[in-house]
C-alpha cells in the first residue's frame, strides 16, 4: 500500500479554504495540492508533475494550517480524489479537504485503509463542484 502525505496549501500564510479556491464549495473544507515538486516533460512530452490514479493508495493531509497541531491529519482512498477536467486519469492538483470525519474524509488511518480495501468506487462531494 502506498500512502502519499501532503501540508493542507496555504495562501498568504493563511490556510486556504476550498470556498476561496472555488466559491461553489463550502467554507469548512480546505484545500490541499497534489502534485509532484518536480517540473518537466517525459519522452511522449506529457507533464511530469501530475500525479495519476493507481501511483498512490492513501492521501494524507497534515491540517496544521488550520489547526496548529502537526499529529492533525486527515485521510481518503485516492481513488475518490477528482480527476483533471480534460483528462480523467490524472488526479485533479487541487482537492477539497474536509476538517472533520464525513463519509469522504476520516482522521483515522486505519478507516482510510478499510475504505481503500472496501473497493468502493465514488468521488468526494463536498458540495456542488
Do not use: C
Not at 496549501?9 to 479556491?21: C, D, F, I, N, V
Not at 496544521?64 to 486519469?89: C, V
Amino acid at each position: 500500500m502506498k500512502v502519499q502525505v501532503k501540508l493542507q496549501r496555504q495562501m498568504k500564510g493563511a490556510p486556504l479554504t476550498s470556498y476561496q479556491w472555488r466559491k461553489s464549495l463550502p467554507q469548512t473544507w480546505f484545500v490541499v495540492e497534489t502534485q509532484k515538486t518536480r517540473t518537466g516533460k517525459n519522452a511522449d512530452g506529457e507533464a511530469t508533475r501530475p500525479y495519476r490514479f493507481g501511483e498512490f493508495d492513501i492521501l494524507g493531509v497534515s491540517m496544521h494550517p488550520s489547526t496548529g497541531n502537526w499529529n492533525r491529519f486527515m485521510y481518503t482512498p485516492a481513488g475518490w480524489l477528482l480527476p483533471r477536467k480534460k483528462e480523467d486519469g490524472l488526479i485533479n492538483v487541487f482537492q477539497p479537504v474536509s476538517n472533520e470525519p464525513n463519509d469522504d474524509w476520516t482522521d483515522d488511518f486505519l478507516t482510510a485503509v478499510s475504505w481503500f480495501r472496501g473497493g468502493m468506487k465514488k468521488t468526494i462531494r463536498p458540495g456542488k463542484l
